[in-house]
């Protein structure tokens, strides 16, 4: 079965400093792979998508994404963190199902930005 | 244009209640989730529509739930006799046809079983 891992459940880091949000799915084909922020009390937000084609994947707000085969790894990157980028993150696997195109969402990383 | 909106944003209710969550999907949007999202959890599929094709309630947790989508376009989520393990925030989601396309999210509607 389809699954998404988060092994991350808090991070904290200091503002100006680098970012990296792990990610490893599972998926017996080429995966569509999707990073969404959310904010306290809002909706979820798109922050880049990998289909197919170049493995690194550039996203809104400074974010890009690496997509890994080896490793089934679709990390997400910042190299510099503002104090608003504080939210919790999810990583999320597309695949269909019986039919259906469904959503695989990992349990989310809370990213706490330090002044 | 506008987002998806999701109505209400806060409902208390009490166990035993029944409770109607509201979705109003991007205009033209042909597929709508719902999910649900506990506290310190990701989000759980709950059901999907596509078009006029039957939905696919494989997630829906009991048959205390139920949705509809009417006109292809706002959708309603039922709970009936609430309770309390059913306390989450239900957040919709609208896209266009093709997976290929982005997922919008509403804010979400956060129902609290008392």
């Known amino acids: 079965a389809q699954s998404v891992t988060q092994p991350d459940i808090h991070i904290t880091v200091s503002e100006g400093a680098s970012l990296e949000l792990r990610c490893n799915y599972s998926y017996g084909a080429t995966p569509y792979l999707f990073w969404y922020v959310q904010s306290p009390g809002q909706g979820l937000q798109l922050l880049l ?56 969402f990992g349990t989310g990383t809370r990213l706490k930005v330090l002044a | ?15 035993g209640k029944d409770v109607e969550l509201r979705c109003d999907p991007i205009s033209g949007h042909t597929a709508l989730y719902w999910y649900r999202q506990s506290l310190g959890q990701g989000l759980e599929f709950l059901i999907y529509f596509q078009g006029n094709s039957a939905p696919d309630k494989s997630g829906l947790p009991s048959d205390r739930f139920s949705a509809e989508r009417t006109g292809g376009s706002v959708s309603t989520l039922t709970i009936q006799r609430t309770q309390q393990e059913d306390s989450a925030v239900y957040l919709c989601a609208s896209r266009q046809a093709l997976s290929t396309d982005t997922q919008y999210f509403g804010p979400g509607t956060r129902l609290t079983v008392l």
Do not use: M
């Open chain 1, 49 to 104: 998508k990998y289909f197919s084609g170049d493995t690194l994947v550039q996203g809104i707000k400074g974010f890009e994404a690496e997509f890994k085969r080896s490793q089934s790894s679709f990390n997400l990157r910042k190299p510099s963190v503002h104090w608003s980028d504080a939210a919790e993150y999810f990583c999320a696997v597309g695949s269909t199902t019986s039919g259906t195109y469904k959503y695989i």
């Open chain 2, 1 to 15: 244009g506008a987002g998806v909106s999701q109505s209400p944003s806060n409902k208390v209710t009490e166990k």
